[in-house]
């Protein structure tokens, strides 16, 4: 069974600039969530999605946003990128069955922000 | 607001001893994760605890959760190198599924 997978991996943008990132759920996944991981502010919820709707959301400005398509992929987009901005950005996939809470991890996309 | 503190933040140890990592948590959670981190790398889940009570266990690693006094603990038998990482705690609050990660134990594991 395929893990999570996130693409790009990795990404250098510009102050201004504006990014997307995807995420790929395992396959029979229905939830994603977004996570921010900076050395200073450690590891943030962004927001989680389950069946295209949009769950729960984190304290991050509206820059930040994101969607999940009829296929259980997502994507985060992030607007008017600033330096503060350069992270690994983590999705988490989830089943939540009656008897599973697993979350499962990708491998992050590494963005860097000049 | 949940909140979640770990302590040790920095854990130097040597190969063959045992320690405990602690995860404190401030409103009622109903399930909490471990989970293991590599330098540069993603984040590895290690065990989800689902009630009060609950202790799993997976080669060297023991978790336990008790819901009442908010605490769980990740300890750690016979040390080895390999288990040099970044351990993470995250308690789900309330009826959301969003985790929040405790700062995370730097765990160093010396010959």
């Known amino acids: 069974k395929a893990g999570v997978t996130q693409t790009p991996r990795y990404l250098i943008k510009t102050r201004g600039q504006q990014v997307t990132l995807s995420c790929s759920p395992i396959s029979g996944h229905r939830s994603v969530s977004w996570y921010q991981q900076t050395p200073g502010q450690g590891l943030q919820f962004l927001f989680e999605y389950f069946s295209e709707t949009q769950r729960n959301k984190g304290n991050f400005p509206g820059r930040f946003s994101g969607r999940q398509f009829s296929n259980s992929r997502s994507e985060m987009n992030v607007s008017t990128l600033e330096l503060g901005d350069s992270a690994l950005y983590l999705c988490?996939?989830?089943?939540?069955?009656?008897?599973?809470?697993?979350?499962?991890f990708g491998p992050g996309t590494r963005l860097t922000v000049t | 607001e949940l909140k979640v503190e770990q302590n040790p933040l920095f854990l130097s140890m040597q190969e063959g001893k045992n320690y405990t990592i602690y995860c404190n948590y401030s409103t009622t959670s109903d399930r909490l994760y471990w989970y293991r981190q590599d330098p540069g790398k993603s984040l590895e889940s290690l065990f989800v605890?689902?009630?009060?009570?609950a202790v799993k266990q997976e080669g060297r690693l023991m978790a336990s959760l008790d819901t009442k006094a908010r605490l769980s603990t990740l300890h750690i038998t016979a040390a080895v190198h390999d288990l040099s990482a970044t351990y993470f705690c995250?308690?789900?609050?309330?009826?959301?599924?969003?985790?929040?990660f405790g700062k995370g134990t730097l765990l160093t594991v010396n010959p």
């Open positions: 605890l689902l009630s009060n009570g």
């Open positions: 995250a308690p789900v609050g309330g009826s959301n599924y969003k985790l929040t």
């Open positions: 988490a996939s989830s089943f939540y069955g009656a008897s599973s809470y697993e979350q499962y």
